[in-house]
T-cell receptor, first 114, second 113 residues
Framework: GAGVSQSPSNKVTEKGKDVELRCDPI?????LYWYRQSLGQGLEFLIY????????KSGLPSDRFSAERTGGSVSTLTIQRTQQEDSAVYLC????????????FGQGTRLTVV | AQSVTQLGSHVSVSEGALVLLRCNYS??????LFWYVQYPNQGLQLLLK??????LVKGINGFEAEFKKSETSFHLTKPSAHMSDAAEYFC???????????FGTGTLLAVQP
């Protein structure tokens, strides 16, 4: 597609429910990143994919968070048993994969846990 | 470890005035530095980046930044602010082979008429 697409744009969920956030990167971009933007923590790196593998998961805050990527394209970030502190904007970005090239960001998914 | 510090969480300027947003970095290796802008309810858009070469980098919308190794700084400037520049600005450093970004805490720029 023309840009990085994320869905849904907004998600309200009840505490304890599982949620899935989707990211469609720019076609041909081999590298994909998830970031979280929250009032208390700013912009934080969560996980990095190169192709379908995730060599850097160091930013995932707990084992309730997981992500996968299939076909070298779409990625899904899953949060199990959501907590109120998971409320944030989840941003996805993709790059061509070569070092230090521009990261293109999606518009994010705003997650609210009530 | 690499890190970025942005001084001033809120900056207010008058329309037509100079914009100066400060960013200092810490890096054990030559850094790759970026400025991103975020408009309300939108994702991040790259303004400019420094990788190697010329230390004065020009970006979109009339913004530029100068990499100063001796001062470990990468401040963002624009000679004359427009109302449309009101947004949040993030400085970031690229880390390691993964190219993941470590962001500063952001500076919210307000432009007064």
């Amino acid at each position: 597609g023309a840009g990085v697409s994320q869905s849904p744009s907004n998600k309200v969920t009840e505490k304890g429910k599982d949620v899935e956030l989707r990211c469609d990167p720019i076609s041909g971009h081999t590298a994909l990143y998830w970031y979280r933007q929250s009032l208390g923590q700013g912009l934080e790196f969560l996980i990095y994919f190169q192709g379908n593998s995730a060599p850097d998961k160091s930013g995932l805050p707990s084992d309730r968070f997981s992500a996968e990527r299939t076909g070298g394209s779409v990625s899904t970030l899953t949060i199990q048993r959501t907590q109120q502190e998971d409320s944030a904007v989840y941003l996805c970005a993709s790059t061509l994969g070569t070092s230090n090239t521009e990261a293109f960001f999606g518009q994010g998914t705003r997650l609210t846990v009530v | 470890a690499q890190s970025v510090t942005q001084l001033g969480s809120h900056v207010s300027v008058s329309e037509g005035a100079l914009v100066l947003l400060r960013c200092n970095y810490s890096s054990s290796v030559p850094p790759y530095l970026f400025w991103y802008v975020q408009y309300p309810n939108q994702g991040l858009q790259l303004l400019l980046k420094y990788t190697t070469g010329a230390t004065l980098v020009k970006g979109i919308n009339g913004f530029e930044a100068e990499f100063k190794k001796s001062e470990t700084s990468f401040h963002l400037t624009k000679p004359s602010a427009h109302m449309s520049d009101a947004a949040e600005y993030f400085c970031a450093v690229s880390v390691g082979a993964t190219n993941k970004l470590i962001f500063g805490t952001g500076t919210l720029l307000a432009v007064q008429p």
